[in-house]
C-alpha cells in the first residue's frame, strides 16, 4: 500500500512563501502522477496542480505564476514551492497520487492515495 508523507504547512504572512514537501514509499512503481489540492473552511476541495512521472505539468488557472511543482523521481517527492502567499490560500493541503501512467487529472476521485494534509495559515 502506498504512503504519503506530508510536510511544509505552518504559518506565513501575506507576501511570504512556503514550500510542501510529499513522499511515496510503499509499493509505487514510480509511474505516478502527483498532485496538489486545498480545502478552505467552508469550501470544496480545489485541483491545484499535477506532475507525471516524466515532468508534465498541469495547473489551475488561478496558481500560475505563484505556485510551483516539481519532482525528484530518484527520492519519490514531489514538491509545491507557493510564492506571494496570500490569506485567501489558507487551507489544508494536500497531495495526492494517481496510479495511472502519465495521467494528469484535476478531479479528486482520480487519485488513489492522499497524504495526511498540512494546514498552510496566511496572516494579512
Known amino acids: 500500500q502506498v504512503q504519503l508523507v506530508e510536510s511544509g504547512g505552518g504559518l506565513v504572512q501575506a507576501g511570504g512563501s512556503l514550500r510542501l514537501s510529499c513522499t511515496a514509499s510503499?509499493?509505487?512503481?514510480?509511474?505516478?502522477?502527483m498532485g496538489w489540492f486545498r480545502q478552505a473552511p467552508g469550501k470544496e476541495r480545489e485541483f491545484l496542480c499535477c506532475?507525471?512521472?516524466?515532468?508534465?505539468?498541469t495547473q489551475a488557472d488561478f496558481v500560475k505564476g505563484r505556485f510551483t511543482i516539481s519532482r525528484e523521481n530518484a527520492k519519490n517527492t514531489a514538491y509545491l514551492q507557493m510564492n506571494s502567499l496570500k490569506p485567501d490560500d489558507t487551507a489544508v493541503y494536500y497531495c495526492?497520487?494517481?496510479?495511472?501512467?502519465?495521467?494528469?487529472?484535476?478531479?479528486?476521485?482520480?487519485?488513489?492515495?492522499w497524504g495526511q494534509g498540512t494546514q498552510v495559515t496566511v496572516s494579512s
Open positions: 495526492a497520487l494517481d496510479r495511472s501512467v502519465g495521467a494528469s487529472d484535476s478531479s479528486s476521485n482520480a487519485y488513489d492515495f
Open positions: 506532475i507525471t512521472w516524466n515532468g508534465h505539468v
Open positions: 510503499g509499493g509505487t512503481s514510480g509511474l505516478y502522477t
